[in-house]
């Protein structure tokens, strides 16, 4: 196992999952005013969907070009996802819901690819006798960071606006991006 490999994208993640954690509350509400429980339930129906998509096609991808470049640009492209959203609603009628679709798309595709990756990298990093364990870890730590940041989340959500927590998110996101640039390349070839 790469302890300093394993060390960096557990650091990153509990970051990325603090950050995600924070936002999601936002973005169910934002969801749920467009237009209801519809709105809601579509939206997240699509990132679900194109979630699914980009794990099929990525995974290629990172055997051939490596994982880290992935996993940064993964990031990178949820920053400019999770800006997007507040400012939907700046837009003219006519383009809201054709922005928001592309929004949402490419919010389901940076999830999937993100979470394909992190998985492919943790089977690199981590020794099989004790990949079971090191992974429960990894993903028992994100688990816990995003739930506890959904409840803060909640609890202050009436005093901020969507585009400071926004603003907050990106801001979080772009420490676990410096995080990932510190990655150690796990794909041998």
Request: hydrophobic content about 55%; overall charge negative; aromatic content about 14%.
């Amino acid at each position: 196992m790469s302890a300093r490999g394993y060390k960096t994208i557990y650091f990153a993640n509990a970051l990325l999952s603090l950050a995600d954690g924070l936002y999601y509350p936002f973005l169910i509400a934002f969801l749920y005013e467009m237009d209801g429980i519809v709105a809601a339930g579509v939206g997240l129906g699509i990132i679900a969907i194109m979630d699914s998509v980009g794990t099929y096609f990525v995974g290629g991808w990172v055997d051939r070009y490596g994982r880290k470049p992935f996993l940064v640009a993964s990031a990178c492209l949820s920053v400019s996802v999770y800006l997007a959203y507040p400012l939907i609603s700046y837009l003219e009628q006519p383009w809201v819901y054709g922005v928001l679709l592309l929004v949402l798309v490419l919010d389901g595709l940076t999830d999937g690819s993100w979470d394909t990756i992190e998985a492919v990298y943790l089977g690199d990093v981590t020794r099989k006798a004790t990949r079971g364990r090191g992974m429960g870890n990894y993903w028992g730590a994100g688990g816990i960071i995003f739930g506890v940041a959904m409840i803060a989340a909640g609890l202050v959500g009436i005093q901020v606006s969507f585009m400071t927590v926004a603003l907050v998110v990106a801001a979080i996101y772009f420490l676990g991006i410096l995080v990932l640039l510190r990655l150690e390349e796990s794909l041998q070839v």
